[in-house]
């Protein structure tokens, strides 16, 4: 009978949080190259993924052509998601950690070993959309005063100095939210991958590796954004390959951060 309590008891407690390491702050280089070794393992699926995130970018350009100021919001926000598209990814990148042959199906297929916290977070991230897209046009709207709004305007008044508040504003705005993302989201879409964590969990875990690793943090955010402009600078382009190659990276990532 006491075993039996004991047991109860046991399974009563809430389970003990993941353990977070601290890494040098050059770390994330190493993440990017075993990354890319991913990448050279799986490249069917991941360039196939990378190929796929371009074309749903440059549908959202086209779709926004003629309603430039929603451009950068749906870009923004698509950009945003990033972590919930890669799900797939992640789930690549552990079938070639425990020495499997990368299956598609079954990398997409992954979500449903932990269906309710993954849908948790991509609700999360879809309301982080939301909210991005409401500030990109209420920005757009108290700043842009001048002509119909096309691209050729935007770019002259911008070069002409006469938008650098709507610019500063935009860049501000989108760096504070995006910097929330990241610190919530860094480590939790491939942790609910590679464990049965509740979100909460999960985000919390991606608040620690931020507060214990500052620097190297840092240094993942920036290698990020710099890829992903490079990306952007590539008229999509460079997604197919930018896309799967942080993604992988991502999971080692959290392979490195995360403890039992």
Request: glycine residues 8%; charged residues 10%; proline residues 5%.
């Amino acid at each position: 009978m006491e075993h039996l309590l004991d047991s109860a008891r046991n399974a009563s407690r809430p389970a003990a949080m993941p353990q977070v390491r601290k890494v040098e702050a050059a770390r994330p280089l190493v993440w990017l190259r075993r990354g890319a070794a991913d990448l050279l393992r799986a490249p069917v699926i991941g360039l196939g993924t990378g190929a796929l995130v371009a074309a749903v970018g440059w549908l959202l350009v086209a779709t926004t052509w003629k309603a430039l100021y929603l451009a950068p919001a749906l870009l923004g926000g698509f950009l945003l998601a990033a972590p919930f598209i890669a799900i797939g990814l992640y789930a690549v990148s552990r079938q070639l950690e425990q020495g499997q042959s990368p299956d598609a199906r079954q990398a997409w297929l992954s979500w449903r070993g932990n269906a309710e916290s993954i849908a948790l977070f991509g609700l999360l991230l879809a309301l982080a959309c939301i909210v991005w897209e409401r500030t990109a046009a209420i920005v757009f709207a108290f700043f842009y005063t001048g002509e119909a709004l096309t691209l050729s305007n935007l770019l002259w008044d911008l070069l002409a100095g006469r938008l650098t508040a709507l610019a500063v504003t935009f860049t501000v705005a989108g760096g504070l939210l995006a910097a929330l993302v990241f610190a919530l989201g860094v480590v939790s879409a491939p942790l609910l991958i590679d464990r049965p964590v509740d979100v909460v969990t999960a985000i919390l875990t991606s608040l620690r590796c931020c507060a214990a690793n500052p620097a190297a943090m840092l240094v993942w955010a920036a290698l990020i954004a710099g890829l992903t402009v490079l990306g952007f600078a590539t008229l999509m382009l460079g997604l197919v390959v930018v896309f799967p190659l942080l993604a992988f990276a991502s999971w080692h990532a959290c392979r490195d951060l995360v403890g039992p």
